[in-house]
């Protein structure tokens, strides 16, 4: 089975930097998804790395140590819209599918 | 491509009675999931299908629930009889391949009372 941990809920400033992490226990690793899924709407596809290293997106980064079964979201020069959960996702290939962690509800303070 | 279609966008119904939601997964995609969320269990996955076929149902809570998908446009997840327990908001989502990015629909909200 897969077992897929990262916090439940974080607090950060307008204009700052926060990094959320995810570790994962799998096999057949095919990927790691990041999801993002403001409230009452649908969760939408953010990042996907598959091979270690940092992916970087505008404002968004995303990092993978597949040796450490481990990985992290970092958002940066936070804005009020950034509020909303983000969701790990471990892709499976004996599984054929991808599991969800449980999110992370990241709350952006004026 | 308009993207996963599901309806009804609300469904309230009263305890007992039949409730089906539908889904339309994006065209090309060989994959399709539902999932239920709810604050209490998060997001949940209920059943897949690759081309049609359900792989994996053990996410199914019990026999009152069931998935099928008829043809490579279309799937339907039938709760029969609904319960309180059940109202939550279900998902379905569709990717190329099972393990690859998913997109999902707008969600169905159930209410049953």
């Known amino acids: 089975g897969q077992n897929i941990d990262q916090p439940t809920e974080m607090t950060a400033t307008e204009g700052a930097i926060v990094q959320i992490n995810c570790t994962y226990q799998?096999?057949?690793?095919?990927?790691l998804f990041w999801y993002q899924q403001h409230a009452g709407e649908a969760p939408t596809f953010l990042s996907y790395n598959v091979l270690d290293g940092l992916e970087e997106k505008g404002r968004f980064s995303s990092f993978l140590s597949r040796s450490k079964g481990y990985s992290y979201l970092l958002l940066k020069e936070l804005q009020m819209k950034d509020s909303a959960s983000y969701l790990c996702?471990?892709?499976?290939?004996?599984?054929?599918?991808?599991?969800f962690g449980d999110g992370t509800t990241l709350t952006v303070k004026p | 491509d308009a993207g996963v279609i599901q309806s009804p966008r609300h469904e309230v119904t009263e305890m007992g009675q039949e409730v089906t939601l539908r889904c339309k997964p994006i065209?090309?995609?060989?994959?399709l999931f539902w999932y239920r969320q709810t604050m209490m269990r998060g997001l949940e996955l209920l059943i897949y299908f690759n081309n049609n076929v359900p792989i994996d149902d053990s996410g199914m809570p019990e026999d009152r629930f069931s998935a099928k998908m008829p043809n490579a446009s279309f799937s339907t997840l039938k709760i029969q009889p609904s319960e309180p327990r059940d109202s939550a908001v279900y998902f379905c989502?569709?990717?190329?391949?099972?393990?690859?990015?998913?997109?999902f629909g707008q969600g169905t909200r159930l209410t049953v009372v």
């Open positions: 996702a471990v892709g499976n290939t004996n599984a054929g599918k991808s599991t």
């Open positions: 989502a569709s990717s190329f391949i099972g393990f690859t990015e998913a997109f």
């Open positions: 065209s090309g995609h060989n994959s």
């Open positions: 799998t096999s057949g690793f095919n990927g």
